[in-house]
């Protein structure tokens, strides 16, 4: 089973940068779709971002979008998540997932991925 692993979540005050980062160490990340996915507490887990297998397609949720830049380097298996100009909102446990040869020409349900990361802390506070 593809094993994924998520880090970079850190205590962050507003307007200041972050980097998480996907990486499974077994098995390739070539053919499968990243999707980054966040959840806060009474909330459902929503995907704010993805990035098809070979990174020609890219979908960002309108709160995210300008301000998130998703990306992939599959020579070494990792996928991650550039969060500039962050929000006390976007505080929550963020998810790497990932979807087969998965479309990222929109947004896709949690349901569409098959394999999870742990998942990783970011915390927006001053």
């Known amino acids: 089973q593809l094993q994924l692993v998520e880090s970079g979540g850190t205590l962050v005050q507003p307007g200041e940068s972050l980097r998480l980062s996907c990486k499974t160490s077994?098995?390739?990340?070539?053919?499968?779709?990243v999707g980054w996915f966040r959840q806060s507490p009474g909330r459902e887990r929503e995907e704010i971002s993805c990035?098809?297998?070979?990174?020609?397609?890219?979908h960002y949720i309108d709160s995210v979008k300008g301000r998130f830049t998703i990306s992939r380097d599959n020579a070494q298996n990792s996928a991650y998540l550039q969060m500039d100009g962050l929000k006390p909102e976007d505080t929550a446990v963020y998810y790497c997932?990932?979807?087969?040869?998965?479309?990222?020409?929109?947004?896709?349900?949690?349901?569409?991925?098959?394999?999870w990361g742990q998942g990783t802390q970011v915390t927006v506070s001053s």
């Open positions: 077994q098995y390739t990340l070539e053919y499968y779709a």
């Open positions: 990035i098809s297998h070979d990174g020609e397609q890219r």
């Open positions: 997932a990932a979807d087969l040869f998965g479309d990222c020409s929109k947004a896709q349900e949690a349901t569409e991925y098959n394999y």
